[in-house]
């Protein structure tokens, strides 16, 4: 079992849409939350970080982390063809040298 | 200002040239990292430097070398690199200088050896 799951994708939704995007993950010790965007050709970009349990919100984006079923999602509101990129989770433990662990990343497309 | 630059953006080399990539944050930020990012693949971690000191070295072969001449900035030295080494390099940076909080990544140099 790898350590941190994301569903496969690819994604299509039209414009407008609430879109969720999940990753499970098997190593506890993972503490730090983060969604990752990345446009075709470029670097990820930071969207989202939480450290252990709960919410958090961003404009159009919301992060939820829910330890005890070591599931992380990140829903858009009102998904915008902007919106449209590969959306990477990634986390880690607290260790010094833990390492960021990342899911394998899903495609996003949204329709105008 | 959460910008990490890296140059060049885009590099071809022959399989044996020796080339640099190059990497720079003026966030304050005490650790630096090399990924390596292959086509609709995840980044994967080569290179941690804490401190300037190296921290990390994921058994990267030994065509890749990395070099932190000082907190702002770091290079990756690459010599006769293979085909298969093409790949999108990213640059990456933190905060604390052991372990991690959130990462920053520059834009990447899109690396092609022929």
């Known amino acids: 079992q790898k350590e941190v799951e994301q569903d496969p994708g690819p994604l299509s939704v039209p414009e407008g849409a609430i879109v969720s995007l999940n990753c499970t993950y098997s190593?506890?010790?993972?503490?730090?939350f983060m969604w990752y965007r990345q446009y075709s050709r470029k670097g990820p970009e930071l969207l989202m970080y939480t450290y252990s349990s709960g919410n958090k919100e961003d404009g159009r984006f919301t992060a939820q982390v829910d330890k005890s079923s070591k599931y992380i999602s990140l829903f858009i509101r009102d998904s915008q063809p902007s919106d449209s990129a590969t959306y990477l989770c990634a986390m880690r433990g607290t260790g010094a040298n833990s390492k960021l662990t990342f899911g394998k990343g899903i495609t996003l497309s949204v329709r105008p | 200002d959460t910008e990490v630059t890296q140059t060049p953006k885009h590099l071809v080399m022959g399989m044996t040239n020796k080339k640099s990539l190059k990497c720079e944050q003026h966030?304050?930020?005490?650790?630096m990292y090399w990924y390596k990012q292959k086509a609709k693949k995840p980044p994967e971690l080569m290179f941690v430097y804490s401190y300037e000191k190296l921290s990390i070295n994921e058994s990267v072969p030994s065509r890749f070398s990395p070099e932190c001449p000082n907190s702002s900035l770091l290079n990756l030295h690459l010599h006769a690199l293979q085909p298969e080494d093409s790949a999108l390099y990213l640059c990456?940076?933190?905060?604390?200088?052991?372990?991690?909080?959130?990462?920053?990544f520059g834009q990447g140099t899109r690396l092609t050896v022929v």
């Open positions: 966030m304050g930020h005490r650790a």
């Open positions: 190593n506890s010790a993972f503490q730090y």
């Open positions: 990456a940076s933190s905060r604390e200088g052991q372990g991690w909080t959130e990462a920053f």
